[in-house]
């Protein structure tokens, strides 16, 4: 959805404040700021909230989903969308945002998981996604590393990832050079009023003309709100970083293991991220038996990691609506819009969310 803005705006380039750091908001200030407008940034730790958990999947047919078409139509750009912004980012900063694009390989541990993927198959039929099934027999250097129970799986050629923190790096760089005005505060209050909008925090009043709330699972700042639906609620996701076998070459793993949904992304080196919770609960927090459960399964599917080193585990909430659908809406207060929704798909979606913001403000 696209939001309304107030006419007779005196400048051809309007300010703007965008509340919220993470990869939408990044994104969103990156291509206003790259088009001219003067913007401010505002988050008190940017980029420490779902994107610090965030694997990096753009993963449009992997994440396929009964009842989720709409998402998948709308997320089939987004490898290309991400390679025109990574084109974008370099010309600023001659810093590279490696969009890596070698599938998905969706694999089951027991004859119950195989049946998931036989209806995952089938609704991805009936998207039209595109796809092949493996044999390991005929093709086993897909399988690489993984439980020699694992025969078969079925691949998803056009899905890909990126490193986030590299991403979020690159883009404050871009940011930086263009001008944005990072502000490493929490808004207090937000309002608008006759010459646009204002933002309090603890330091006094940054004012634009025009205002975007991307603050993922947070919700509103004070002072804003929706006319109507949609509302937006936190899911849990905890991710954890080990040291292991490079399969970055190779598809990107994801299993369901015991009715569960796991998942591997390696990258050059070995750094593998290993996923996926989905705890719908608002504590940012690691629950031991959440941990558990993702290590147990990680071992059944990829035996190495038996012996792998930890190096960290985040977590993160993300923002889920009803339907699961990301929006971009305009509030009840003139000159503001909300950015969220984006719930699992946060990094694949970010630069289709900010040309989503750059339509609403400079719309053709």
């Known amino acids: 959805m696209t939001a309304t803005y107030a006419e007779g705006v005196a400048h051809e380039h309007p300010s703007l404040v965008v509340v919220g750091a993470g990869i939408i908001g990044l994104a969103t200030a990156f291509r206003l700021a790259r088009r001219g407008h003067a913007v401010t940034l505002f988050d008190p730790d940017p980029a420490k909230g779902a994107t610090y958990a965030a694997a990096g999947m753009i993963a449009p047919t992997a994440e396929i989903a009964p009842g989720e078409e709409a998402n998948y139509r709308f997320q089939r750009g987004a490898i290309d969308a991400w390679r025109e912004m990574a084109r974008e980012i370099a010309a600023i900063t001659h810093r590279e945002v490696a969009i890596v694009q070698t599938g998905t390989l969706i694999v089951g541990w027991d004859a119950s998981d195989r049946r998931l993927i036989d209806q995952f198959r089938s609704v991805a039929t009936e998207f039209g996604a595109p796809m092949r099934a493996l044999d390991r027999r005929d093709e086993p250097e897909p399988f690489e590393g ?8 079925l691949l998803m050629a056009d899905d890909g990832w990126l490193d986030p923190d590299d991403a979020v790096q690159s883009l404050m760089e871009a940011n930086e050079t263009l001008g944005v005005r990072l502000v490493r505060e929490r808004v207090l209050r937000a309002s608008s009023n006759a010459s646009g909008v204002e933002v309090e ?13 991307a603050t993922g699972a947070q919700g509103l700042p004070g002072g804003l709100t929706v006319p109507k ?12 970083r080990v040291s292991s076998l490079d399969r970055s070459s190779l598809p ?9 949904a796991f998942y591997m992304v390696s990258r050059p080196g070995g750094y593998c991220v290993l996923g996926a919770t989905a705890e719908e609960k608002p504590q940012p927090l690691v629950e031991v038996g959440e941990l558990q459960r993702l290590l147990r399964d990680g071992l059944d599917i990829v035996p190495e990691l038996e012996a792998a080193p930890l190096l960290e585990i985040r977590n993160g909430l993300r923002p889920a609506t009803t339907d699961l659908r990301p ?3 305009a509030l009840s207060e003139p000159g503001w819009s909300w950015s969220s929704g984006h719930y699992r798909h946060g990094v694949t979606l970010a630069p289709l969310a900010a040309q989503d913001a750059l339509d609403a403000i400079t719309p053709s």
């Not at 993984?146 to 799986?153: D, K, P, Q």
């Not at 990107?252 to 569960?260: E, F, I, K, P």
């Open 252 to 260: 990107t793993v994801r299993a369901y293991v015991r009715g569960r």
């Open 146 to 153: 993984l439980s020699t129970r694992i025969t078969e799986g």
């Open 229 to 240: 639906s949609p509302t937006v609620r936190p899911v849990r996701g905890v991710t954890v």
């Open 327 to 329: 929006f971009f809406v």
């Open 201 to 213: 925090t603890d330091s006094g009043l940054t004012r634009a003309d025009y205002g975007i709330v």
